[in-house]
């Protein structure tokens, strides 16, 4: 046990999380979510599948986010799966829960989750570096999150 890590970042989890450079992407997913299949690459390599048994959506985002730095130089750091047939602005209750917590933890503002359509969603899954994969039974409870920089910009 490490002191100040959130209990519920496994080994496999936060040696993923160090391992992620700069503008990686790690996804948090659903039970419904197809991580087997998505999990391999356009370069035919299998990306790692982090499994969270008895975790959800929320609680998972607000343990990454306790440690992974969003990356500032992209407009939108966060993206979502949009829900199927539903008008553009549509969130779902857990969409809106994470978000607020994105929010009211400083991480990110609401403009910058932009929601993806599913097949959309599935590209990028595709070139994301690792996928989360939840207990949380909620459809579309899929979140991708952009990895940042630690530290200050440089002196021009």
Do not use: W
């Amino acid at each position: 046990m490490l002191k100040g890590i959130d209990p519920l970042l496994t080994p496999q989890l936060l040696q993923v999380l160090a391992e992620m450079g700069h503008g990686d992407e790690i996804i948090v997913a659903d039970a419904n979510f197809t991580a087997a299949s998505l999990s391999i690459g356009p370069d035919g390599r299998r990306k790692p599948i982090i499994h969270l048994p008895g975790a959800g959506i929320q609680r998972t985002a607000q343990a990454l986010l306790s440690l992974l730095p969003l990356d500032a130089a992209v407009s939108q750091p966060i993206a979502y799966m949009k829900v199927c047939d539903t008008p553009d602005g549509y969130r779902s209750r857990l969409q809106r829960e994470v978000i607020d917590l994105i929010e009211s933890g400083g991480h990110a503002r609401g403009e910058q989750c932009a929601a993806i359509e599913r097949f959309a969603f599935y590209d990028r899954v595709r070139t994301a570096f690792a996928i989360v994969l939840t207990s949380d039974l909620q459809p579309y409870g899929n979140f991708l999150f952009k990895k940042g920089v630690i530290g200050e910009a440089l002196d021009a």
